[in-house]
């Protein structure tokens, strides 16, 4: 006779004060699965006949690793947005939208002017190459203004007698920043200077709190609080902003 195994179920186990949420499915395998979507939610796979108190023991085992990726997710910056390159188009620059303006020089270039971004070049670009040379502009400007932003957030940490970490600008398809402990190295997206100098601040403060508490556990979110206290109010416009 063919064997019926249960339906998948809602379940959750506490860790460190966080309620994990997550559906359990059990199945004809040996080890147990676990999976978190770009949504957040989390799905654990079993091996049948296994008990429900072992089940929520392996997951409070992997709930760093849960927890940590659930975060990535909610940090992460828009999967290559569409844009456009075309005159009068708008992008984005330190929270402001500015549209492409194009003119005749004699080197390619951008420069921001008038509340326009002038994109120069001795002949017509194709999209392609405006983007290429937007995004190079970009990166120049982000050294000089997250270098600012770290000039105003690191002094939050004087108490803890850290070494500043280095800052390093690079190109993210996921994240916002990122932060490697072991290395004492930050990266920051490129794509982080469209945002608002507050925004930036605030994934320069989380990623610098990684320091600190390498995960997403309730002490980091204390401590990420203690230290900017209306950080909620700067990641909701920072997801908020257009692509």
């Not at 203004?145 to 993210?172: N, T």
């Not at 556990?217 to 257009?242: C, H, I």
């Amino acid at each position: 006779m063919p064997r019926f195994l249960p339906a998948p179920q809602p379940a959750f186990v506490t860790f460190d004060n966080q309620r994990i949420d997550y559906t359990l499915a059990f199945r004809s395998r040996r080890t147990i699965g676990f999976a978190v979507r770009p949504d957040g939610t989390v799905r654990v796979t079993a091996p049948a006949g296994v008990p429900l108190s072992w089940v929520q023991q392996q997951v409070l085992k992997k709930a760093d690793w849960i927890l940590k990726h659930q975060e990535a997710f909610r940090q992460r910056a828009p999967l290559q947005p569409t844009r456009h390159y075309e005159a009068g188009a708008l992008h984005y620059f330190l929270g402001e939208a500015y549209p492409l303006v194009f003119i005749e020089t004699a080197k390619p270039g951008v420069r921001l002017a008038a509340g326009q971004l002038h994109i120069g070049s001795p002949a017509p670009l194709a999209p392609e190459a405006v983007a290429a040379l937007l995004h190079q502009w970009y990166a120049r400007e982000a050294v000089a203004h997250f270098a600012a932003a770290f000039a105003r957030i690191w002094p939050r940490f004087a108490e803890f007698q850290l070494p500043p970490p280095a800052l390093l600008v690079r190109s993210m398809r996921t994240r916002w920043g990122s932060c490697t402990p072991s290395t004492n190295r930050i990266r920051l997206s490129v794509d982080l200077i469209r945002a608002s100098p507050d925004c930036i601040d605030y994934v320069l403060l989380h990623e610098c709190c990684h320091l600190l508490v390498p995960d997403h556990s309730a002490r980091f979110y204390v401590l990420q609080t203690r230290l900017m206290p209306d950080w909620e109010r700067w990641k909701t416009e920072l997801n908020g902003l257009p692509k």
